[in-house]
């Protein structure tokens, strides 16, 4: 690996100064599970890696019933899913917060970290744009908010601009009788990056669909929001036409291609086939809330 | 005289003959015994006079680590095989 | 030779301060810097869990931290397993059921099972098979060692 | 803690399952393997690789790096000699030291993605790596050649100049380095006489040992020219052989010292770090350490070949076989060597054919040198021909395990190559795998099946050495130069405890470098236990000779009016007055009575043939309809294991193996794009099982003596992949209706078959409306 520096601000103020000073010869680092590896693969090559994990905006974790969930960016994924007001609140971020990669990486990788990296097959992300979540940047221009859904512009790139530093995620409080799921699929059990992975958040009145969102994974250059497939299910009876009809136009909107995860005809048969999965599932538990 | 089970791709020498009988009391003697019949099938079973390390003998149903100089009884079927290897934990 | 940064961190509770460079993982640290061996390369990715070590009581692929980022944490290698001359049960058990073939990635099983059995004391074979997910091994089929850490819960729990 | 006594057994020691010596080491972290040595001064190498799958070199520049702080030396093909091109022996394969020399760093050109092509050793393997990127070469990119189909077809791009075969002849440019052929009876004749003959055609992909460490070798090199090197091998007396030759320079002035070794499964047969850290520490006059990246162990080791299969057989609607006919072609990669003859020596030797014709060709392709991988070429071949049995065995409405039985090899039955078996455990194992619980258990549930599938393996044999040392306090120590892989240290002080009459625990196995034992093959073919074991207890029965030519000597007899027995030395009570001596008394007494007693042994016990092996293997699956994902639900496997010295480790040897097979069946698989560069280099692509993937694996130790052997040993290691990849086929098959004959069966690819097949079927419902 070639030579860095290593910083470890402790506020925020020092962190995007930091950031600000060397631009885009500095960068990030929360849990390091893609960062090390794309630096040893000399894909990225920063001069200046600024560890975020002692700053205290960063790692907080805080539920409020009325304004939702602040998720900071460099929180771990095992203090997510072990969490039991998130187990709670939001099944389908746990969900996806406890598959990415194994045990030993979820002690260190970040949901914020996860979308930085801006991999179209991030697992949290799709789950994050089913709960309509928000990203907060601060920068030396001071701060701004952007949908998750926009967050990512094409593989490994962000809307991230030099000094600006992703401080948490805003996570709306789950509406009554609505719940969220994740599910992806992968030849193994455990480990493997998704081949396609769909996150979901529905409300249902009675038998009706009232609000839903769909987010989607490893189907695009970037991860997507499903806007048609979710809007074709609000304000409809939610039965299995209505899922059929959502995971059509789910499979619509996906644009996959062939790697050795899989084919793109193969993916396309996944959006269809999960999609229905998570609804299905978010539906059983959006029942039970 | 021994019988000596000729390989697929050298049956070209005997004539397609599959099975034919060499006379001698070891092995040497036997190859020579078969050039004798069939000129040139040495080239293929020998190597600077050592038998060719690509290739293992079996002497009635043995496998022979002795080379050219194993004995060879009156009736015996000698067989040339691959040499093969193996690979385990 | 690089600037080297002084990183005071404690392994298997013994204070330690050291000299790196900010490249070096915590892999290499411990091997390249301490001579501390027995933590394993297999892959440096995350995806085969030999360099499984146990930071502040979690487990963590040490391919994947760097060296500086060790400081002021508390680190578990497989150094520290065995008490004195008295075996850890889980590589008392890992003996007794001949849980290990070459043993390569025995280290990482071990600091896994570890962070397991001290969060869930008596778990059920999928839980155990859940946990060891993030390590490989390529010689037993993991018979042997899922019975393993069955068997050191069950004499300790 | 417990040690469980074989019950059956007549044996003391063998049979019983006690802690293995070198444990502790193991669990505590004190094993020093290949990547642990570390030496005063050490320097740190790296390899530059070819980004081309198929390339000439016009020129390498280097200049810039040797100016980067803390880089020593930059080696590339220019230091070592040219080598001899003639094919030699060397250990258990013949090689062309010049293919190897080529392979060890390419000259000329470069033949696969990630061929060496330089080396540098510097002060940290950081700045190793840096000046990697510092270095400058030419490549004029050829068009590569991925599989034997397109290497064969006529006017194919030649990867190797000077390549020749007996049938082109000595005129023609070749890909085809071997063609092999078997042959018995009247084909046309034998396929007249079934009933039934299916043919079909299959493929299977490059996989990869997955020894979970990466290469590692240290090398020393003195001024006077003797070097050492420590590494990790399964063959250090191979290295020694190889290694010279690809330096040239004279065998004894090289030692090797093996490490601990962290897994090889044949890919650790050959040498790659070893001849570099030698030439690098030669050129610095420092101790070099070289590592492998798992990148690098999966772009430029021998994984084994993936090969292209056709199998015709034909039965009687009784169940006989009359008749069957196999064309093979292997990919050997970038040189010549692929497994294909012991596949073809494998491929249909469990059943006892009257009519055969095999054919088996190695074809080399731009992809790395193959290397053996666990019952090298049986696997793949197997297949075939185990998924064509039970089409056929459905077709005439017979039990598939019955087929096989009913066709089964046995003592008398000549192989397709020869020899004739002498007694073998095929039909106990495939009936022992009949009458096991889980084959009679019922299967219920949707999108569930079973299969099963049976395979075989030769076991090599090879040479060994061995040394007995009895200590003055009564205690061994058994030296032999074969490195412990799995467990062998164990069975080798096991085997001499027996034969001394002495507790496990005070027998020490030692694994020696190459100059503190003789010659010994690699640990390879499952030839350790058997052969090396059998070096150990003939060194053991030498001591035993001594120790009554002693007592002879005390007590004014001959030796032949002594009698061993359990570590104690009596007269015959017949002849004279009883005399008796533990081993213990008599050690204390060496000094007095003519010094120490060491027994020696070394054995030859030849290729083929050294106590063949056979499993069968019955898989329970649930196919996902929706995704074409394969569950694993229940496996057992049955083998015929000789005399199971240690059976802890016999049960593991066919585990490992189960996984494995599994693993090759279902995910594993090299991905290459279309200009020949590896895709999957590391471990989250290249998808072996984890724990999460498999469930227990029950196995049956089928114990049928191997007349070859004093104990009665079989080798155990291998043959234990052979039959799952087939078994799981056949599952798949009783779960969802689809053949697949591809290899791995992933779900893209079945959920594609399962379509087809869905899709066709409803083409037939609409027809028959």
Known sequence: MHEIHYEAPTSLEQAVGILAKHGDSARPICGGTDLLIQMRAGVRRPHYVVDVKHIAALTGIAFDPKSGLRLGAAAPCIEIFENATLRRHYPGLVEAAHLIGSLQIQSRASVGGNLCNGSPAADTTPALIALGAVARLVGPKGERQVKVEEFVVSPGRTVIQPGELLVELLIPPPPPHSADAYIRFIPRNEMDIAVVGIGAAITLEGDRCTAARIGMGAVAPTPLFAAKASQALVGKKFDAVAIENAAQLAIEQASPIDDMRGTAEFRRHLVGVLTRRTLERAAERARRN | MATVIIPALLRQFTGGAERVMASGRNLRQVIESLERSFPGISRHLLDDGELKGSLVVSIDGEVETAGIQAKVGENSEIYFLPAIGGGVV | MAKRTLVETVINNEPVELLCEPRQSLLEVLRDELHMTGTKEGCLTGDCGACTILVDGRPVCSCLMLGVEAQGHKLETIEGLATGAELHPLQRKFLEHASLQCGICTPGFLMSAKALLDKIPRPTEAEVRYHLAGNLCRCTGYDKIVRAVLDAARESG | ?769
């Open chain 4, 1 to 769: 803690m417990a040690v469980k006594k074989e019950a059956h057994h007549k044996y003391r020691v063998v049979g019983t399952r006690p802690i293995r010596p070198d444990g502790i080491e193991k669990v505590t972290g004190r094993a020093l393997y290949g990547a642990d040595y570390y030496f005063p001064g050490m320097l740190f190498g790296k390899i530059l690789r070819s980004p081309y799958a198929h390339a000439r070199i016009k020129s390498i520049k280097f200049d810039k790096a040797l100016k980067l702080p803390g880089v020593r030396a930059i080696v590339t093909a220019d230091d070592l000699p040219e080598a001899d091109r003639k094919p030699q022996q060397m250990g258990e394969q013949q090689v062309s030291p010049y293919y190897l020399s080529c392979n060890v760093l390419a000259r000329g050109k470069v033949l696969y993605d990630g061929h060496p092509v330089a080396a540098v050793a510097a002060t940290s393997p950081h700045i190793a790596e840096e000046a990697l990127r510092l270095i400058e070469v030419d490549y004029e990119p050829l068009e590569p050649v991925m599989t034997a189909d397109e290497a064969m077809k006529p006017g194919a791009p030649i990867l190797i100049d000077d390549l020749r075969n007996q049938e082109e002849g000595p005129d023609q440019p070749t890909n085809v380095a071997t063609h092999l052929q078997f042959k018995r009876g009247d084909l046309a004749a034998g396929f007249d006489a079934a009933d039934c003959v299916i043919e079909r055609e299959f493929r299977t992909a490059t996989v990869h040992q997955g020894y979970i460490e990466p290469h590692a070798s240290v090398g020393i090199w003195n001024p006077d020219g003797h070097a050492t090197v420590y590494t990790c091998t399964q063959g250090s007396f191979t290295v020694r052989t190889l290694a010279t030759k690809v330096l040239g320079m004279p065998e004894g002035n090289l030692k090797v010292v093996p490490s601990e070794i962290g897994g090889g499964f044949g890919g650790k047969t050959t040498i790659y770090c070893e001849p570099i850290a030698l030439l690098l520490a030669k050129k610095t006059g420092h101790p070099v350490k070289v590592t492998m990246s798992r990148s690098e162990v999966l772009r430029a080791t021998g994984p084994t070949s993936g090969i292209h299969e056709r199998v015709k057989i034909g039965v009687t609607k009784e169940g006989r076989i009359t008749a069957a006919q196999v064309w093979m072609a292997y990919e050997a990669g970038a040189f010549p060597g692929s497994p294909m003859a012991p596949g073809a020596m494998t491929v249909i030797t469990s059943y006892d054919i009257p009519n055969l014709l095999i054919d088996g060709y190695d074809v080399v392709v731009n992809r790395p040198k193959t290397c053996a991988y666990r019952a090298p070429g049986a696997t793949a071949a197997a297949f075939g021909v185990e998924t064509v049995l039970d089409e056929l065995a459905e077709q005439i409405g017979i039990d598939p395990l019955d087929l096989r039985i009913m066709n089964g090899a046995h003592e008398g039955t000549q192989q397709p190559f020869g020899p004739v078996f002498k007694r073998i455990g095929f039909i106990e194992t495939c009936e022992a795998l009949k009458a096991s619980e889980h084959y009679n258990s019922k299967l219920t549930g949707a999108n569930r099946g079973r299969g099963v599938a049976a395979g075989f393996w030769f076991n090599a044999g090879f040479q060994s050495s061995a040394s007995v040392y009895v200590n003055q306090d009564g205690t061994a120590s058994v030296v032999t130069g074969s490195v412990d892989i799995g467990g062998s240290r164990a069975s080798m002080a096991m085997i001499a405890a027996e034969v001394l009459g002495l507790p496990i625990d005070e027998v020490r196995p030692v694994v020696a470098d190459t100059d503190s034992i003789g010659y010994t093959d690699v640990t390879a073919g499952s030839r350790v236990t058997f052969a090396t074991g059998m070096a150990v207890y003939n060194a053991a029965q030498d001591v035993v000779r001594q120790l009554k030519e002693r007592a002879a000597k005390m007590w004014e007899c001959t030796p032949d009016d002594v009698e061993f027995d359990n570590g104690v030395l009596r007269t015959r009570g017949d002849v004279l007055q009883p005399q008796q001596l533990t081993l213990k008394e008599l050690a204390a007494r060496f000094i007095r009575t003519g010094g120490p007693v060491v027994g020696r042994a070394s054995v030859s016990t030849g290729g083929a043939g050294a106590g063949p092996a056979f499993a069968a293997i019955c898989v329970d699956v649930e196919v996902d309809p929706d995704t074409g994902k394969v569950q694993i639900l229940r496996v057992t496997i049955a083998q015929d294991v000789g005399t199971a010295i240690h059976p802890s480790y016999v049960e593991g040897q066919l585990q490992g193996g189960t996984a494995q097979g599994i693993g090759w069946a279902l995910n594993e698989e090299y991905v290459y794009d279309s200009k020949g560069v590896l895709r999957n280099t590391g471990l989250l692509d290249y998808r072996m099982p984890t724990c999460l993937d498999l469930p227990a694996i029950e196995t049956i130790l089928v114990e049928v003596p191997n007349p070859t052997h004093p104990l009665g040993v079989r080798g155990v290691g291998e043959v234990s992949i052979v039959p799952p990849p087939a078994a799981i086929a056949n599952a798949i098959y009783r779960a969802t209706g689809v053949r697949m004959r591809e290899l791995p069966m992933s779900p893209p690819r079945l959920m594609k078959a399962l379509q087809e097949h869905r899709n066709s079927r409803e083409g037939q419902a609409a027809a028959g409306r």
